[in-house]
C-alpha cells in the first residue's frame, strides 16, 4: 500500500481533531469535517469499531477522500461499561460534558451511595478506522485504564477527561497537560497500532 499524502480526520469535535492531528506524521496534509462543511452521520453501529466505521465510510464517500475517525468512549464497570458507545450522547443535544459528567456522578449516586470511598474502575476505549469510500483500510482499537475522580478536576482536555485518573496515576486527564496525555491515552494506544498503516 503506498504511503498516505492526503486524510481527512472524520470529526467534528475539535479536541479530537486536534490530537489526531498531533499524533500523525508531519507529511501526511489533514483535511477537517469543517471545510466540507459536514454533518456527522447517524451512529447506529453497537461497538465503537461500528461506529468508527460509519464515519470513516460517510465522510470518506462525501469527499473522495481517504478518511480516519475515531470513536471513543468512557465505560465505567459498575454502571455495566455505561455510558460506552453513547458517551457524547450523555451530554444531550449540545454535547455539553458539563451535563454528561453530573450523570455519570448521579448515577453512580444512584447504583452504590458509598462509591466515593472505592475505586471505581473505568476505562476509555478509542476505535480508529480508515476508510476509502466504501472499502475498510483498517480497523484498531486502543484502551487506557483507569478510575472514576470523585469530583471533576483540572480545565485540559475535552469531554470526561476532568474525571478521568489514569492507572498509576494521580492526576485526572483534565490536570495533565495535553502533550502529556496524548503520550498514554486510548487515541495514542490505538494509534501506535494504525501508525503502520499511514
Known sequence: MEKISKLLIGTNNKGKYKEIKALLPKYIKTHSTSEFKLKSPRENGLTFTENSIIKSKHFSKKTKLICLADDSGLEIDILDKSPGIYSARWGGKKGDFKKAIKRVY?????????????????????????????????????????????????????????????????????????????????????????????
Do not use: Q
Not at 476509502?132 to 477527561?161: H, R
Open 106 to 198: 448521579r448515577e453512580l449516586s444512584n447504583r452504590d451511595k458509598n462509591w466515593k470511598f472505592k475505586k471505581v474502575k473505568a476505562r476509555f476505549i478509542c476505535a480508529l478506522s480508515i476508510c476509502y469510500l466504501d472499502k475498510k483500510i483498517v480497523s484498531v482499537l486502543g484502551k487506557v485504564e483507569g478510575y472514576i475522580s470523585t469530583k471533576p478536576k483540572g480545565k485540559n482536555g475535552f469531554g470526561y477527561d476532568p474525571i478521568f485518573i489514569p492507572k498509576n496515576k494521580r492526576k485526572t486527564f483534565g490536570e495533565i497537560s495535553s502533550s502529556r496525555k496524548y503520550k498514554i491515552d486510548h487515541r495514542f494506544n490505538a494509534f501506535k497500532k494504525i501508525k503502520r498503516f499511514l
